[in-house]
């Protein structure tokens, strides 16, 4: 067993956050920002905080900062949240010490996406790839980051996942953040009482339950963290009408911050007005501007949103 279960053999589903990286208006890291986001994830039950994800814009971030940011949520965070870490990199170097700083600074897991400039092209060579990063830190849980929108490699996560838990003997389980539903119902067959299957796409977690999913990780839950987990409440109740209501807001909501600057500015700006305000993303990526943080706050509240995450 690799220790990073979160699923139940009830009807629950754990959702953790990918949280965002907080910055200053000069677009410094804002550290003490941190201890809120960790009292918001605290207050409505988040199972854990993953970090400098896509979410947290770890490919923007030095080195340097990315340490610094996860030394502090490990402590905003002790005995309280788990903490992930996200340790990938387009360099297995940069990424093994990553990993290997993870492991010394007491986080729960790492996890890491493929390497995304110079790709690997065969299961066999990604599963190199993260048995390298694994290695650096060979107390934690491993948990591939199936992304392929975003780093290019289309390999199937069901065969990564047969391949690496043969060969990494951290291998945790993968985060899936795919709209393939065949490649994720065939992950979550294989995965059994063995290894985590992180449901990773905010829209398709009340049908990922039905098919049997007991964990998610999304950025969503930085802002809609208490509608989601109100959604699955619903459902484990056998209340699926609710709860298809909940995850059709939770759409229409993703969809209209979508428009300002894409999901990720456009998620950080809804949690300035619903939860922790983290600044605005770093560039190359264009946040919205006052005008229209309050077009989206005029849309959200029309959809009745804002009244229904606390």
Known sequence: MTGLRYSTHGRDMAL?????????AAGELDLDTVAKQADDLVAWGSAAAYVGGTAGEGASLSTEERRALVERWCEVAAGRLDVIVHVGHS????????????ESVGVKAI???????HRPDTVDALVDSCAAIADAAPTLPFT????PSMTGVSLRASDVLLAARERIPTFAGVKFAH?????????????????EVFVGVAKLVLAAWQWGARAAIGSVYNF???????????????????????????????DAAAWYGGELAGFKALGSLSGVDCGRCRPPLVSPDPEQVAALHAEVTALGFL???R
Not at 111 to 117: C, H, I, L, N, R
């Open 307 to 309: 009244g229904r995450v």
């Open 179 to 195: 709209n393939d539903m065949v490649d994720l119902q065939r992950c979550l067959h294989l995965a059994g009482d063995e290894h």
């Open 111 to 117: 996890s890491a996406v493929a390497p995304y400039f």
């Open 144 to 147: 591939y980051y199936h992304i």
């Open 224 to 254: 809609a963290g208490p509608l989601f987990r109100r959604m699955l409440d619903h459902a484990a109740r056998d209340e699926l009408a609710d709860a298809r209501e909940c995850q059709l807001l939770a759409q229409q909501v993703i």
């Open 16 to 24: 953790l956050t990918a949280v965002f990286t907080p910055f200053t």
């Open 91 to 102: 360099s297995l170097v940069e990424a093994r010490g990553l990993a290997a700083h993870a």
